[in-house]
């Protein structure tokens, strides 16, 4: 941004939001979470899936976390990653002891899952907990989801495969 005095110009830096894999990953109105830039990098984009940050679903004005297209898997899957707090994880927050803003979580969690199931969109939901503990489950997870194997599993089904016999007959 340029501030124009009497015959100066000066030049202040802009700041920027940090962007993960040089995409941009800020969402306008509710910010990015530091949860989901960790999800993308970690998992997503090693797994070099195509996706979109803060899909919107118009009908409803809600956003969902990411929104995966693949060819194998149909035309499109949306993930949400759910932080433990917030959204208050079944293993971790009682029903009772919810707070005011983890019961409109989620009430709106239930909207979003209602909307996806209308629409016939799977939707996956992945908890903080499993991402942080046990990633190797999330990213299995994926793997099935997304139709993508391991090259150990590959080379193993090639190996599997009969031999053509490429002799002539006479």
């Known amino acids: 941004m340029r501030q124009v005095t009497k015959n100066k110009t000066i030049s202040k830096p802009i700041k920027r939001k940090k962007t993960v894999s ?3 990953r800020s969402h306008p109105e509710y910010g990015t979470s530091k949860l989901e830039e ?4 970690n998992f997503l984009d090693k797994l070099k899936l195509e996706y979109k940050y ?3 679903a118009e009908d409803i004005g809600r956003y969902y976390d990411f929104a995966v ?4 898997a149909g035309s499109m899957i949306l ?6 707090f917030y959204h208050s994880n079944p293993n971790l927050v009682k029903e009772d002891k919810m707070n005011p803003m983890q019961k409109h979580n989620k009430r709106v969690d239930k909207i979003k899952d209602d909307w996806a199931a209308l ?3 799977p939707l996956i939901r992945i908890w903080e907990e499993d991402i942080r503990k046990s990633p190797e489950k999330v990213m299995k997870l994926l793997k099935e989801r997304f ?3 391991d090259d150990k599993a590959v080379k ?5 495969k009969r031999h053509v016999n490429k002799l002539k007959k006479i």
């Open 69 to 72: 297209f693949t060819k194998t």
């Open 119 to 121: 629409h016939s969109i």
């Open 156 to 160: 193993k089904t090639e190996k599997n």
């Open 79 to 84: 993930i949400e990653v759910d932080g433990d």
């Open 54 to 56: 803060q899909y919107k």
């Open 38 to 41: 960790f999800f993308a990098e």
């Open 147 to 149: 139709y993508i194997e």
């Open 22 to 24: 040089g995409r941009k």
